[in-house]
């Protein structure tokens, strides 16, 4: 305990690749939570006015491969929610698993200490790069969860959430 | 870029204390989700036969500080989800403020090399600390997303999702 408040906590608590890990694990259940979504409602069903889980899976969509891009180059991307090819539940899976390819070539594309520096992610939002990623994961968390509502709200059993 | 191939990632991502924050950062924003339910809709509004979103908070109010005492001494809790005690809005927000001091006050108590070490959480869940200290905060993110959806379907606006 004393060595606990004599040391400064600096360590490794996760590294770069359990990170990627942890992500691709989260991007799989929000798969089968797509998947679970039939055709019609996945595009149009709504509570209070919010969004259909498509509308949503194209945000996540929108930031996951390019926002990778910016942290593996440098280079600005714009943020373009409207991916208008995701017009089917295929194709969005199939986009799907596009970004899931493009997030492992870009990571390993990373050097270490990438991830404590700073990035002003689609020239906007400025943060250490470790934040960054995990405001993405925690994004799809919470839109993911919104999902699950709409599911149970369908009648339909959502994905166990701790299966990964 | 060959050097990041050539060398294995094992460096660190996140700090203790920058996951301490993370997380604390997230339950400031749960207690504005929970501060934003009328009285009466925390305790029974719900959509699709799920649970009110006050079971909800009981239930991370099980998880988090129990589970951030058996983290730093080692000792089994048991999962107990019926908090009897937290039987209305104020009071789930007592509950949730004097949670915030005791997992600043257990975080404060873990050696670095603990983050990496296995533990069976209530005495059920294998995992190494790290994992399961990002499931708690992963679970609050999901359950607080559900509870976006209850505050929309009620016609109330709640907090931003990035104000932490």
Redesign the interface.
């Known amino acids: 305990?004393e060595?606990?408040?004599a040391?400064?906590?600096?360590?490794?608590?996760?590294?770069?690749?359990?990170?990627l890990e942890?992500w691709q694990g989260?991007r799989s259940l929000t798969r089968r939570v797509i998947e679970a979504f039939p055709e019609k409602e996945l595009f149009e069903y709504s509570?209070?006015?919010?969004r259909s889980f498509a509308a949503m899976a194209q945000e996540l969509l929108a930031i996951a491969a390019p926002g990778m891009k910016q942290v593996a180059t440098g280079q600005i991307e714009e943020l373009n929610e409207e991916i208008k090819e995701a017009t089917s539940k295929e194709r969005i899976l199939a986009l799907w698993d596009q970004s899931t390819e493009e997030i492992n070539t870009y990571w390993?594309?990373?050097?270490?200490e990438r991830?404590?520096e700073r990035i002003l992610t689609f020239g906007k939002y400025d943060n250490v790069v470790?934040?960054t990623i995990?405001?993405f994961i925690?994004?799809e968390?919470?839109?993911?969860?919104?999902g699950?509502?709409?599911?149970?709200?369908?009648?339909i059993e959502p994905p166990a959430?701790?299966d990964r």
Chains 1, 2 share one sequence.
Request: charge should be neutral; proline fraction near 6%.
């Open positions: 305990m060595n606990a408040v040391t400064p906590q600096t360590a490794s608590v996760i590294t770069p690749t359990e990170l942890h989260h509570i209070g006015g919010m390993a594309q990373v050097p270490e991830f404590r470790w934040c995990l405001y925690d994004n968390i919470h839109h993911r969860g919104q699950y509502v709409y599911l149970r709200a369908l009648g959430f701790w």
